[in-house]
C-alpha cells in the first residue's frame, strides 16, 4: 500500500488531476444511466398517464353536467320511436289490419272482387306488403272507401288507381276499381323471417 502510495505520489499533479476528472465523469455517466434515466423515463411516462387521465376527467365531468340532457334527450327519442312503431304493424298485427281493409269494402257500399298480397318487400327497418285489389261500387262508394283507408291508425297508401269497365246498375253507374294498397310492418334486426303471404288471396268467382 505505501509503495502504491509511493507511485502515485511521483506522478505529476496535472496527471492525478486529469485521471481523477476522469473516475468522476464515468461514475457520474454510470449513475445517469443506470439510475437517472430510468427514472426520468418513469416520470416522462407517469406525465403522459396524468394528462391521459386529466383529459379523460374533463371529459366525464362534461358528460355529468350534461347528464340530464341526454337523459331528456333519449326519452323524446324513445317517445318518437314508439309514436312510429304505432303507425308500424308488427308480423302478428297484419292479418288483422288486412282483415280491417277488406272489412271497409262492405262498409263503403261497394264488393270486393279479389284481394290478393304480393310479396313482401323489405326496406332498412321496415318492410312493404302490398296487397293487390279491385273493388266495384259507384264512384262515391269507391271515393268513400279510400277516405276510410286514409283515416286508418296505421300507414296504408294507395297507388296504382284504375277505374274501368263502368256499368248501368239500379240506374247507378258502377265502376271496377283496381289499385294497390300497400302497408307496412316493423321488421327487428334480429327477427327470423315468417312465411311470406304472396299468392294467398281470394278471387270473386264470376
Known sequence: MDELIAKIS????????????????????????TFIQPENKKI??????IEQLDSDLVQKRA????????????????????????LLPNEAEI????????????????????????AEVTSGFYAKI?????????????????DKVSKLARIVNVTNIKLDKPTLQN????LKAQFTATTFKF?????????????KGFNKGK
Open 44 to 49: 416522462t411516462r407517469f406525465k403522459r398517464t
Open 95 to 118: 292479418p288483422e289490419l288486412l282483415q280491417k281493409i277488406a272489412a271497409l269494402v262492405e262498409q263503403s257500399d261497394c264488393e270486393m272482387e279479389s284481394f290478393v298480397p304480393a
Open 187 to 199: 321488421v327487428e334486426r334480429k327477427a327470423k323471417t315468417g312465411k311470406s303471404t304472396a299468392g
Open 130 to 146: 302490398p296487397v293487390k285489389m279491385v273493388v266495384e261500387g259507384n264512384y262515391h262508394s269507391i271515393a268513400v272507401f279510400f
Open 10 to 33: 511521483k506522478v505529476p499533479l496535472a496527471q492525478r488531476v486529469l485521471v481523477l476528472a476522469l473516475a468522476v465523469i464515468i461514475i457520474v455517466v454510470a449513475v445517469f444511466f
Open 63 to 86: 358528460i355529468a353536467r350534461n347528464l340530464s340532457r341526454y337523459r331528456v334527450e333519449v326519452e323524446r327519442l324513445k317517445q318518437r320511436l314508439n309514436e312510429a312503431l304505432t
Open 171 to 174: 240506374k247507378k253507374m258502377v
